[in-house]
């Protein structure tokens, strides 16, 4: 059974260690250091560096771009699902939700989207997929609307109440 670990930055370590993933998604803002875990294959990490906005144009910030989530899809199409794949982004709630549903779709295209989405929303009440990144998504793997409609449907996220890693399985 595939699994995605969702988490912020500063739980990787306990996470990659608690279900020995040997594989990483990195989304964080450019020029920002972060100690990748030791259990991580250096050449299973893939770090993305993209701000968390949904919109281009915003001086200094770095908006998801087709490129960017290229990288995603064929990253996890590479993906060795024996062991949980982990992705992170600075607060686990915008950038690594949209990147676990769009890496879940790049592998097994026929699950639904609306049963995905409501499998993120159950792991996590606060989870609020970054727009730009599940529009561009949607394009990309050729989901014609329903990605964004199934993440629209399942609304904004709680307001943020602390960390809270999550596992999506499937």
Known sequence: MPRIIVSPLKSIGEMAGRHQAREMISLIAENHAF???????????????????????RDGLVAPQEAHVNAIIDFAQGWQQDVPLLIHCWMGVSRSPAAALIAALSIAPELDEKALADLLRAASPQATPNARLIEIG??????????????????RGADYAGDAPFVIAW
């Open 35 to 57: 100690h990748r875990p030791g259990i991580i294959d250096p050449a299973r990490h893939l770090t993305i560096a993209v701000n968390d906005i949904s919109f281009a144009g």
């Open 138 to 155: 949607d394009h990309l793997l050729m989901r014609q609307g329903r990605l964004v409609a199934a993440v629209k449907a399942i609304g």
